[in-house]
């Protein structure tokens, strides 16, 4: 079976001599849901332009579903959905006239054309607004918009690129249960976001980008098998003593009911309770310590790149 989109080799110098990649090599499965990450100007949005023909190859390839897209242009742009992080709507016509025009690039008819945007409106909860212009729309569904625009050719691929940026969390959560809904029906997607929790919660594989090259590609549970240490907070049901005696993991209080411990990959939760246990805690819930990702990533980017 092909692969969505392979890279190889990829390099990017632009004209005024800066390298923005370097040797990129990357491969993403069909289905698969993908985290692409890294700081600002690590070269996320080169290989997502380059991807989506909006900016040229110095050298390397890439190919979508085994086609080269310098070779095969128009295929690539069939196949590919772009959501951009920056709005780039034309703000003075209706929202169901932008999807129309934009369907007709596609050779999509205008009867076909409205009832694929009907069907993307409802979906993402715009439909009352099809004949609003998006200086209309609030920034939630300006966002909506552009992700039901990204679609309506029925891209195999969507690059969703900080989807969720400036919205409120609960349009968060819906828009995360729609991704999830179209990847479960068969559309690759590659997402870039700052939310660490957005990759942990979607996606499946994952690499970072830092400085032009890739630090990192694999998948999310192997990402996780790489620290050597886990921090849990625990919750109790008596008053922690100030000064408590534990030399077999690093640990500090947080408040009088709540404890936070760091303790190497080899020793259990069931070890920590019973430590706990045997000093008079009495352990109510434990759970993992948030954003483990946030904090492997922070680790590799203090790192030179590997190229």
Request: proline share 3%; hydrophobic share 40%.
């Amino acid at each position: 079976m092909k692969n969505a989109v392979d890279i190889v080799k990829l390099n990017k110098i632009y004209r005024n001599g800066f390298r923005a990649l370097e040797n990129i090599n990357l491969s993403i499965k069909k289905g698969d849901f993908f985290a692409f990450l890294g700081p600002n100007g690590a070269g996320k949005s080169t290989v997502i332009g380059i991807m989506s023909s909006l900016v040229r190859i110095t050298s390397g390839k890439v190919s979508v579903f085994g086609k080269d897209i310098q070779d095969n242009p128009d295929f690539a742009k069939r196949n590919i959905g772009l959501v951009p992080q920056e709005y780039n709507l034309n703000q003075f016509i209706p929202i169901q006239e932008i999807m129309i025009n934009v369907a007709g690039y596609f050779g999509i008819n205008k009867h076909d054309a409205k009832y694929r945007a009907s069907k993307l409106f409802h979906q993402l909860g715009i439909w009352e607004k099809r004949f609003d212009t998006p200086r209309e729309l609030s920034g939630g569904m300006k966002r909506r918009l552009m992700i039901a625009r990204a679609l309506i050719h029925k891209p195999k691929i969507l690059i969703l690129d900080e989807p969720t940026a400036g919205v409120d969390t609960e349009l968060r959560l819906t828009m995360w249960d729609f991704f999830q809904e179209i990847n479960n029906n068969g559309v690759t997607i590659i997402l870039t976001t700052h939310y660490l929790e957005e990759a942990e919660r979607l996606c499946k594989n994952l690499a970072i980008i830092h400085k032009g090259s890739i630090i990192q590609n694999s998948s999310m549970d192997e990402v996780y098998n790489l620290r050597k240490e886990h921090t849990y907070i625990i919750k109790t049901a008596n008053i922690i003593n100030q000064k408590l005696n534990i030399s077999e993991f690093s640990h500090k209080l947080i408040d009088a009911h709540t404890i936070e411990v760091t303790v190497d990959n080899n020793i259990s939760i069931t070890q920590i309770i019973e430590k706990l246990k045997y000093l008079d805690v009495n352990v109510m819930n434990i759970i993992s310590k948030r954003n483990r990702l946030e904090e492997l990533f922070m680790e590799l980017t203090k790192e030179e790149p590997i190229t």
